[in-house]
Antibody
Framework: EVQLVESGGGLVKPGGSLRLSCAAS????????MSWVRQAPGKGLEWVGR??????????DYAAPVKGRFTISRDDSKNTLYLQMNSLKTEDTAVYYC??????????????WGQGTLVTVSS | SYELTQPPSVSVSPGQTARITCSGD??????AYWYQQKPGQAPVLVIY???ERPSGIPERFSGSSSGTTVTLTISGVQAEDEADYYC????????FGGGTKLTVL
């Protein structure tokens, strides 16, 4: 059974930093492309960014609102995905979900989701 | 930037058919996907590649595509189907629609 368990959320002041973790199990994590998706309170879903598998280069892509502030990384030896968030803004307040990404020519979607972890940016 | 447009809300009575639309210029070239999200829970994929249903998703959920619009159809709606539904696609980046709240009257 695929399991994704996020942790690390909490209250942080504007301008601060936070690192989220996502522990994965039930699939071959090292082969997976992984994404973070967030949801502000009462709002819709927003893709944050992805990291490719190391065999596909291990590179990252980010959404415009977080580019330059957020960094996604992975530790395949620990089956863990990370989201380092710096220079946090109040508008980054959201539940952050870890997801597995399925992609190919002309398609990309998210088949498994964690339960999410809440990040609140407030003074 | 690329956008996907959904109606904010749809209401149906139990047993009726609910149709939720999603419009976007890239949809003729890119597949669409649908996620169901119940309050306090993570999203669940209910349709992928316009009309494919993941294992474990009831047959009453179906998807279709026509031009720049894709449609999620729920036949014989049940009370448990009350949720927010999001479409998703991708152009140069991943895009989600704004979500549709399905109310079962």
């Amino acid at each position: 059974e695929v399991q994704l368990v996020e942790s690390g959320g909490g209250l942080v002041k504007p301008g601060g930093s936070l690192r989220l973790s996502c522990a994965a199990s039930g699939f071959t994590f090292s082969n997976a492309w992984m994404s973070w998706v967030r949801q502000a309170p009462g709002k819709g879903l927003e893709w944050v960014g992805r990291i490719k598998s190391k065999t596909d280069g291990g590179t990252t892509d980010y959404a415009a609102p977080v580019k330059g502030r957020f960094t996604i990384s992975r530790d395949d030896s620990k089956n863990t995905l990370y989201l380092q968030m710096n220079s946090l803004k109040t508008e980054d307040t959201a539940v952050y979900y870890c997801t597995t990404e399925v992609r190919g020519s002309y398609y990309v979607y998210f088949d498994y989701w964690g339960q999410g972890t809440l990040v609140t940016v407030s003074s | 930037s690329y956008e996907l447009t959904q109606p904010p809300s749809v209401s149906v009575s139990p047993g009726q058919t609910a149709r939720i639309t999603c419009s976007g210029d890239a949809l003729p070239k890119q597949y669409a996907y649908w996620y169901q999200q119940k309050p306090g829970q993570a999203p669940v994929l209910v349709i992928y590649k316009d009309s494919e249903r993941p294992s474990g998703i009831p047959e009453r959920f179906s998807g279709s595509s026509s031009g720049t619009t894709v449609t999620l159809t729920i036949s014989g709606v049940q009370a448990e189907d009350e949720a927010d539904y999001y479409c998703q696609s991708a152009d140069s980046t991943v895009v989600f629609g704004g979500g549709t709240k399905l109310t079962v009257l």
